[in-house]
T-cell receptor
Framework: DAGVTQSPTHLIKTRGQQVTLRCSPK?????VSWYQQALGQGPQFIFQ???????QRGNFPDRFSGHQFPNYSSELNVNALLLGDSALYLC??????????????FGSGTRLTVV | RKEVEQDPGPFNVPEGATVAFNCTYS??????FFWYRQDCRKEPKLLMS???SGNEDGRFTAQLNRASQYISLLIRDSKLSDSATYLC???????????FGRGTSLIVHP
């Protein structure tokens, strides 16, 4: 039973560039959430996708966008990269019953460095 | 006030010790509570859900105090392998999004 897979694992980009991160959820999960985790901080919620729509969004600028595909996989796009975007980007999949989830399964993350 | 607050630590304890972490939350409508464990430079992993009646899993015990709006995690007989960051997670009713605390660092030494 494959868990959550993310690619790439590491990435170095230059300020102003654009980046796309990818995530395949755990089998049986239909909801994908993206988080940004800076060093020494807890994960910060970016957005969540369900049924190919952005269901909820955190306090991140429009430079952060995403997509969910019919097979539930998801992409996170960040435009006009800033140095402050350097972080670990985590994808989490889950299954909801109503508005309650029973725990996230996280991928191992993509470590993005902006130089 | 932050939605979920944790003492970042580190808590430095010897093997075999009992250690407890608390986490406070601000939204009284919160309905789901979890503890996650995160090893250095790894992803968070679900340790346990926290139920109203409290729950235990081996050496780990989680408690919820709704009146005072906090959850706790107790680790008995600490092992070196328990060294990690423990993240408190709270989800409010009507929101699909769990909120993570910044984590509490635990270091268990020989």
């Amino acid at each position: 039973d494959a868990g959550v897979t993310q690619s790439p694992t590491h990435l170095i980009k230059t300020r102003g560039q654009q980046v796309t991160l990818r995530c395949s959820p755990k089998s049986g999960h239909d909801t994908v959430s993206w988080y940004q985790q800076a060093l020494g901080q807890g994960p910060q919620f970016i957005f969540q996708y369900y049924e190919e729509e952005e269901r909820q969004r955190g306090n991140f600028p429009d430079r952060f966008s995403g997509h969910q595909f019919p097979n539930y996989s998801s992409e996170l796009n960040v435009n006009a990269l800033l140095l402050g975007d350097s972080a670990l980007y985590l994808c989490a999949s889950s299954l909801y019953v109503g508005d309650r989830n029973y725990g996230y399964t996280f991928g191992s993350g993509t470590r993005l460095t902006v130089v | 006030r932050k939605e979920v607050e944790q003492d970042p630590g580190p808590f430095n304890v010897p093997e075999g010790a009992t250690v407890a972490f608390n986490c406070t939350y601000s939204n009284s409508a919160s309905q789901s509570f979890f503890w996650y464990r995160q090893d250095c430079r790894k992803e968070p992993k679900l340790l346990m859900s926290v139920y109203s009646s409290g729950n235990e899993d081996g050496r780990f015990t989680a408690q919820l105090n709704r009146a005072s709006q906090y959850i706790s995690l107790l680790i008995r007989d600490s092992k070196l392998s328990d060294s990690a960051t423990y993240l408190c997670v709270v989800q409010s009713g009507g929101s699909y999004i769990p909120t993570f605390g910044r984590g509490t660092s635990l270091i268990v030494h020989p």
